[in-house]
């Protein structure tokens, strides 16, 4: 009989009372001061929880909005208010869905403001309907009960492609119209009214005719937007925040067991933080919501002219937020925590232009510099892996410390390629670019790394990337990233140069020794076997324990594996990649 797979729970880390064993005592963990120069000031770390799957991520922003006095805000990629409640809070004030939590929190007198992303109608439809889903059902129950503070701003990030290559790409883009056009004409007609009214970015091509039917308006160039607003972050009181991989759908929930079919699986980490770096990220909201406010009111003049029905939203539009002073601190003694960013913004126009100019890569380099301080063991969760400049700071830091070893966690295939069976040339561009990262971290390490890929002990049903050696995969969104028991990153970013470059992104920097080791062994125990042995815990140990392990597994029929482990497979991912003239690494 299999073993029940589980994450070993344990206290979350609190400055006053470490629960987590740090490096041994004979560990020389020698001073760097020069690593992490240029990033944001450090703050006093006064808690950090990490929220391991969103069987602990969900219930805990939930118990976190429920406890807010002032105010919550929400900046999410995807967040969906019909997404049932998991907490026993929410439960006991018999609040079934994120809907009726808002709700009950806004009746308090709390005031409620989320940022969404929205994102390119054309190559992304399904999301920008998500995303207009929510803002419109924010909007309805804020006008039904005019006592609730609840303002909702749907940001489109601002960078737009060049006219040059819109040209370019003109007939592709028209095609992907005509074929949504085709696919609400497809649906009955309430569902077609119902769809079109939430894909506000359709109106200037599309409308809708008396009967319901769905034609063209007009054969205009289409704009496409090639970045997007990528964090996951609520801020509570401006004293406590949750921040990481997580967005917040029926999609997006996993527990430990992973008991369901691949395409169901999801493994994602977040961090519950308390103390002043919840003002930085306050203050990294603020910037956001006021500076994407304006354009989501100018997009909001636009839709009205062409909307289809004079009932259908969006009507409001948000007021400027209060900036929250900044404080600033001191020297920190102590374990510490700094807020950490991605920020672009829109590149003076080129013909060929596609790429956003970055303001701020405060996470590509932290994660620089986490990787030169390591000395015993680099641990990376990342959903991708496509940014050469990371891949190669690996291999330097190999190069210079033949002690380092390196484990990084990543899915066996993107999401789109495993589930879903997509072959474009931005997938196999992907997997081209994550090829040669994973090679050039390979020849650097030699056995000294173990790439893994967590499969379940089940057998596969068939034969396509949703499967690696005869058994079903775990889909793996995290994104984490551990130096040795002294510094950890946990953030929205993947190790792709969209995120590192492009995107809107959020994480922190957490050093601790306390708190990194309890953050570091949650990680590890999700994983492996319940009952395995320490040297699969230890810095110096776990790569060697982690492969046997995994050969282990392997050796054994599906069903008498007790843990996930399993190595990734390089060549697949190789065999599918391809080079892709023109198109920009960060673009995947």
Known sequence: MKARLRVRHGNSFNAGAA??????ANHARPEAPDHWQGLPEPRALEAFEPLIEAAEGFPALERATLAARSHVWMAFRVFDLDTETRSEEAHALGLAAWADVIRHVAGKGVSVRFFLSDFDPIGAPELHEQCWKTARALQEMSSANPGLDIEVVAARHE?????????????????????????????????????????????????????????????????????????????????????????????????????????????????????????????????????????????????????????????????????????????????SIRFLRTLSVAHRRFLLGMSPATVADELERAHLALIRSA??????????????????????????????????????????????????????????????????????????????????????????????????IVYVHAKVAVADDAAAIVSSANLNGRSMRWDTEAGVLVQSPDAVAHLRRRLFAAWLPDDAREAAFGVGSAVATWREIAAGNLRRAPEACRSFLAPHDIAETDGFGQHIPLVPDELV
């Open 159 to 335: 960078n737009r492609v060049g006219k040059g290559l819109r040209v370019m790409f003109y007939p592709a883009a028209l095609a992907m119209i005509e074929s949504q056009r085709r696919e609400l004409n497809d649906l009955a007609e309430d569902r077609r009214r119902a769809t079109f009214a939430v894909r506000p970015g359709l109106w200037r091509h599309l409308r809708m005719r008396r009967n319901g039917r769905i034609v063209w308006r007009s054969i205009l160039l289409p704009r496409l937007f090639p970045a997007t607003h990528h964090q996951k972050l609520a801020i509570f009181d401006g004293t406590r925040m949750i921040l990481g991989g997580l967005d917040v759908d029926e999609r997006r929930y996993d527990d430990a067991e992973h008991a369901r079919p691949a395409a169901e699986t999801w493994h994602d980490v977040s961090a519950e933080v308390t103390g002043p770096a919840a003002t930085d990220a306050a203050r990294h909201f603020v910037e956001c919501w006021n500076r994407d406010r304006y354009r989501a009111a100018a997009d909001l003049r636009r839709f009205r002219r062409r909307r289809p029905d004079q009932r259908i939203g969006p009507e409001a539009v948000a007021n400027a937020l209060e900036m929250p002073p900044d404080e600033g601190q001191g020297t920190v003694d102590g374990p």
């Open 19 to 24: 629960t987590c064993d740090a490096l041994p």
């Open 375 to 472: 000395r015993r063991l680099i641990y990376v969760e990342t959903q991708f892996f496509r940014h050469m400049p990371i891949a190669e700071e690996l291999a330097e830091a190999a190069a210079r410390n033949p002690d380092l070893g390196l484990i990084l966690v990543l899915p066996m295939a993107p999401e789109n390629v495993a589930f879903y069976g997509e072959t474009g040339v931005d997938v196999r561009k992907g997997e081209k670019l994550q090829a040669e990262c994973l090679s050039t971290v390979r020849e650097a390490f030699g056995k000294r790394a173990f790439f893994m890929s967590p499969v379940r002990p089940v057998s596969a049903r068939s034969d396509g990337r949703d499967t690696a050696y005869g058994r079903e």
